[in-house]
Nanobody, 122 residues
Framework: QVQLVESGGGVVQAGGSLTLSCSAD????????GGWYREAPGNPRELVAD???????KYGDSAKGRFTISRDNVKNAVHLQMNNLNLADTAVYYC????????????????WGQGTQVTVSS
């Protein structure tokens, strides 16, 4: 059973920073890439940032110049550093991790995290 652990959400003032992390037990699920998505009330889930197994990165328009996604092979995690946060960044942030189950190492798969709330206050 793959369980992604998301952390780092919370309440921050506008202009502040947060770092989100998404990790898994390496003995069960080996992460080689992934992305962060967010969903604000009344809006569809949108891509924030993604990093693939080769290290290529893609950012959503709202994240460009402010957010940085990275992959941490030691911690088996994907991180999202968010700087200069504004009110429009308030949303539930979801991790989509891609990788291999140790029990099925020939087939890449993906898993969603449970979501973590980010609230930016004025």
């Amino acid at each position: 059973q793959v369980q992604l652990v998301e952390s780092g959400g919370g309440v921050v003032q506008a202009g502040g920073s947060l770092t989100l992390s998404c990790s898994a037990d390496k003995a069960i699920f080996l992460i080689n890439g992934g992305g962060w998505y967010r969903e604000a009330p009344g809006n569809p889930r949108e891509l924030v940032a993604d990093i693939n197994r080769e290290g290529s990165i893609k950012y959503g328009d709202s994240a460009k110049g402010r957010f940085t996604i990275s992959r941490d092979n030691v911690k088996n995690a994907v991180h999202l550093q968010m700087n200069n946060l504004n009110l429009a960044d308030t949303a539930v942030y979801y991790c989509l991790a891609r990788g291999f189950l140790q029990s099925l190492p020939w087939a890449e798969t993906s898993r969603w995290g449970q979501g973590t709330q980010v609230t930016v206050s004025s």
